[in-house]
């Protein structure tokens, strides 16, 4: 089976910058597609950044283009989410998946279509 670890998270003042990293066990990670996706209380999981296999494209919603960057290191079986200029609105859960047969931009902002999922990093902005 596939694990997915997170870390990282914590808390940091407006402005501040955070790396969290996802770690996976158990199955061939350079085939899966990851994702990034995050979770308020009393919200929906709402998509953050996504990337297709390794060599493929990457994506990142509205609301953190420009300040968010994923990128992933085969080697050692990690997807990272490097997180400028923070706000408060992000706070909040931070989950990492996996979805080891879809490799389309819009399936990968679609939480259903990921097969993995980690146990989730809180982040917390203050202002």
């Known amino acids: 089976q596939v694990q997915l670890v997170e870390s990282g998270g914590g808390l940091v003042q407006a402005g501040g910058s955070l790396r969290l990293s996802c770690e996976a066990s158990?199955?061939?990670?350079?085939?899966?597609?990851m994702g990034w996706f995050r979770q308020a209380p009393g919200k929906e999981r709402e998509f953050v950044a996504a990337?297709?296999?390794?060599?493929?494209?990457?994506y990142v919603a509205d609301s953190v283009k420009g300040r968010f960057t994923i990128s992933r290191d085969n080697a050692r079986n990690t997807v990272y989410l490097q997180m400028n200029t923070l706000k408060p609105e992000d706070t909040a859960v931070y989950y990492c998946?996996?979805?080891?047969?879809?490799?389309?931009?819009?399936?990968?902002?679609?939480?259903?279509?990921?097969?993995?999922w980690g146990q989730g990093t809180q982040v917390t902005v203050s202002s």
């Open positions: 998946a996996g979805a080891a047969h879809v490799n389309s931009g819009s399936y990968l902002r679609d939480p259903l279509r990921y097969d993995y």
């Open positions: 158990g199955r061939t990670f350079s085939g899966y597609a």
């Open positions: 990337m297709k296999r390794s060599g493929g494209s990457t």
